[in-house]
DNA sequence: ATGGTTGTTTTACAA
């Protein structure tokens, strides 16, 4: 079984691109992020031409998160178990889709951005990252043996060695203490990185900011996770990161993320 | 040259 993860930044503009991913690696899964359109705009027929089933959450132009499979679609969430809003008065964004594909607990996320520390959308991105620990330990189940993912954009780099220079990421986000801290209270509670072993660093990368020739250039951040569940990290057969997708015309600025089960 | 790029319901804002 074959999962991916990418933030595509507008399904609208990359949908060639996205169904050209599910055949180049022969998925079963695809979560996405980033979508930027409302389900009424999403161009299904790509994907459902190709054998796919789709579960899509988007509301506007922002955010967006969508579950792509073929091995089944079952049992689809918008949203988790007291997902903080944002703004005033409080809107719940399009930031996370749950469904069961192939008898897998599947969750495409899409982390709040965070903007500037001190910034009410950092303790936005803080606060949901609890509410969504919370929620992935009960996950795993009575017993922790729960097969779950939990994949997408998290917009946070969990070490140094993430980005492509700490000095330049001093006074930003995704590289702060507390950002780290909701990061590895995740994975404490049983879930796991399942691509790094395939993909050590320095240098490993998930995305590239679209200016100042960052990818040429090699300037990277390691932002985009699929993370498992015990029980999953038992299955890793395989896991790349796909960087010949950011090269060339029509590249969303993040790579897709690819592990395969056993 | 105080910028440099994408996307969207665009001429503002988010990333």
Same mark, same amino acid.
């Given at each position: 079984m074959r999962i991916a993860t990418w933030n595509c930044n507008s399904i609208r503009s990359r949908i060639d691109r996205a169904a050209a991913l599910l055949e180049r690696h022969d998925l079963d899964v695809l979560l996405l992020q980033e979508?930027?359109?409302r389900d009424d705009q999403f161009p299904l027929l790509p994907l459902e031409a190709a054998g796919y089933q789709v579960a899509h959450h988007g509301l506007n132009q922002w955010n967006g998160v969508a579950i792509v499979s073929r091995v089944g679609l079952e049992e689809v969430q918008v949203g988790? /178990?007291?997902?903080p809003g944002f703004g005033d008065p409080l809107v719940s964004e399009a930031r996370a889709i749950g469904a069961t594909c192939g008898g897998v607990r599947l969750w495409s996320l899409y982390v709040?951005?965070?903007?500037?520390?001190?910034h009410p959308h950092y303790d936005y991105k803080l606060e949901w990252l609890k509410v969504l620990r919370d929620d992935a330990e009960r996950w795993l189940g009575p017993d922790g043996s729960a097969q779950v993912i939990l994949g997408g954009d998290w917009n946070i780099a969990p070490t140094d060695e993430d980005v492509w220079d700490p000095s330049f990421f /001093?006074?930003?986000?995704?590289?702060?203490p507390p950002e780290r801290a909701a990061f590895a209270a995740i994975v404490d509670?049983?879930?796991?990185?399942?691509?790094r072993p395939y993909a050590p660093g320095p240098g490993t990368y998930t995305y590239w900011d679209y200016t100042q020739l960052r990818f040429p250039k090699k300037q990277g951040m390691r932002i985009d996770f699929l993370l498992g569940s015990p029980s999953v990290q038992a299955r890793m057969a395989d896991a790349f990161i796909d960087r010949e997708e950011r090269k060339g015309k029509g590249a969303s600025d993040h790579a897709p993320v690819v592990i395969t089960l056993d």
């Amino acid at each position: 079984m074959r999962i991916a993860t990418w933030n595509c930044n507008s399904i609208r503009s990359r949908i060639d691109r996205a169904a050209a991913l599910l055949e180049r690696h022969d998925l079963d899964v695809l979560l996405l992020q980033e979508t930027k359109c409302r389900d009424d705009q999403f161009p299904l027929l790509p994907l459902e031409a190709a054998g796919y089933q789709v579960a899509h959450h988007g509301l506007n132009q922002w955010n967006g998160v969508a579950i792509v499979s073929r091995v089944g679609l079952e049992e689809v969430q918008v949203g988790f /178990e007291q997902m903080p809003g944002f703004g005033d008065p409080l809107v719940s964004e399009a930031r996370a889709i749950g469904a069961t594909c192939g008898g897998v607990r599947l969750w495409s996320l899409y982390v709040p951005n965070g903007r500037e520390i001190g910034h009410p959308h950092y303790d936005y991105k803080l606060e949901w990252l609890k509410v969504l620990r919370d929620d992935a330990e009960r996950w795993l189940g009575p017993d922790g043996s729960a097969q779950v993912i939990l994949g997408g954009d998290w917009n946070i780099a969990p070490t140094d060695e993430d980005v492509w220079d700490p000095s330049f990421f /001093e006074g930003k986000t995704h590289v702060t203490p507390p950002e780290r801290a909701a990061f590895a209270a995740i994975v404490d509670t049983g879930y796991a990185d399942l691509v790094r072993p395939y993909a050590p660093g320095p240098g490993t990368y998930t995305y590239w900011d679209y200016t100042q020739l960052r990818f040429p250039k090699k300037q990277g951040m390691r932002i985009d996770f699929l993370l498992g569940s015990p029980s999953v990290q038992a299955r890793m057969a395989d896991a790349f990161i796909d960087r010949e997708e950011r090269k060339g015309k029509g590249a969303s600025d993040h790579a897709p993320v690819v592990i395969t089960l056993d």
